[in-house]
């Protein structure tokens, strides 16, 4: 599928009935209402696999039951632009394709959202993100409002530690990340990005106002094994733990952010 545009339309109303049955890495496990982590295996409102050149233009996407958008495997040149993402069972956004090892074909890359509004979303899935990138490259998440739910604004990456991955070259730029956790949920940050990732970038965003309940309140979170990043020229203030705060990592730049209060 290749070409098609939507502009102006309004998605709504969808049922938010979810359990994964999987653990953290897609395997046949334990089952968790949210998935072991941010609702990562469910489904969207709106499904993208194997669309190229697809763009959403000033959408609406509210009262959905679980991820307002899907983009899965071999999705190419996808953009999301100017859309209201609103009050939403799980997630905003979710960007996966094919992981480290997959046929080349399942790989997705250049997902571009961008003036988007995604809040009050994971109301039913409290561990959702307004943004989950699992497995791509080349993606783009910038001049965005996230905010107004109780997990991690933009998370980015799905490889634990330093084992190959084909997450790099992402952008996350200029977005306003606040009002997260509330107090509910720990461990989560305003972008949270986890493995190796060549080439990334996170500059320029504003983050505030992020409070956990035990631990983990942090505005940029680079979790284990998190290297080759970028970032810069954030603002990062009132969060309930560090405003930075590194599990463990290697070759990551971090200068010229302001972290506050």
């Known amino acids: 599928i290749t070409g098609l545009r939507f502009v102006g339309?309004?998605?709504?109303?969808?049922?938010?009935?979810?359990?994964?049955?999987?653990?953290?890495?897609?395997?046949?496990?334990?089952?968790f209402g949210s998935d072991a982590q941010a609702v990562s295996n469910a489904h969207g409102a709106i499904e993208l696999?194997?669309?190229?050149?697809?763009?959403?233009?000033?959408?609406?996407l509210q009262n959905y039951g679980v991820h307002g958008v899907n983009i899965r495997e071999g999705c190419r040149s996808v953009k999301i632009d100017g859309c209201d993402i609103y009050?939403?069972?799980?997630?905003?956004?979710?960007?996966?394709?094919?992981?480290?090892?997959a046929p080349a074909?399942?790989?997705?890359?250049?997902?571009?959202?961008?003036?988007?509004?995604?809040t009050h979303v994971g109301q039913r899935y409290y561990s959702a993100c307004g943004v989950l990138l699992m497995h791509a490259s080349e993606c783009e998440i910038s001049h965005n409002e996230?905010?107004?739910?109780?997990?991690?604004?933009?998370?980015?990456?799905?490889?634990?530690?330093?084992?190959?991955t084909v997450c790099r070259d992402n952008r996350i730029t200029d977005n306003h990340i606040?009002?997260?956790?509330?107090?509910?949920?720990?461990?989560?940050?305003?972008?949270?990005?986890?493995?190796?990732?060549?080439?990334?970038?996170?500059?320029?965003?504003?983050?505030?106002?992020?409070?956990?309940?035990?631990?983990?309140?942090?505005?940029?979170?680079?979790?284990?094994?998190?290297a080759g990043i970028l970032l810069e020229n954030n603002l990062c203030y009132n969060t309930s733990s560090n405003s930075y705060?590194?599990?463990?990592?290697?070759?990551?730049?971090?200068?010229?952010?302001?972290?506050?209060?």
């Not at 696999?49 to 609406?60: D, M, P, S």
């Not at 107004?148 to 530690?161: A, K």
């Open 9 to 31: 339309l309004t998605f709504a109303h969808t049922r938010g009935d979810y359990a994964s049955g999987r653990d953290v890495n897609g395997a046949s496990g334990e089952a």
């Open 146 to 164: 996230i905010g107004d739910l109780y997990y991690t604004g933009v998370s980015v990456g799905w490889t634990w530690g330093y084992a190959k």
């Open 178 to 226: 606040y009002d997260l956790g509330k107090g509910f949920l720990s461990d989560m940050g305003g972008v949270y990005l986890l493995g190796s990732q060549p080439g990334t970038v996170v500059s320029g965003n504003v983050i505030h106002d992020i409070r956990c309940k035990e631990y983990g309140g942090w505005a940029l979170y680079t979790d284990e094994g998190s």
């Open 245 to 261: 705060h590194q599990h463990y990592g290697s070759s990551n730049v971090v200068r010229n952010n302001i972290f506050a209060l």
């Open 49 to 60: 696999q194997y669309a190229r050149n697809v763009v959403f233009e000033h959408c609406v």
């Open 105 to 118: 074909h399942t790989m997705t890359r250049g997902i571009t959202v961008t003036d988007c509004s995604i």
């Open 87 to 101: 009050d939403g069972g799980a997630g905003g956004i979710r960007i996966c394709g094919g992981g480290w090892g």
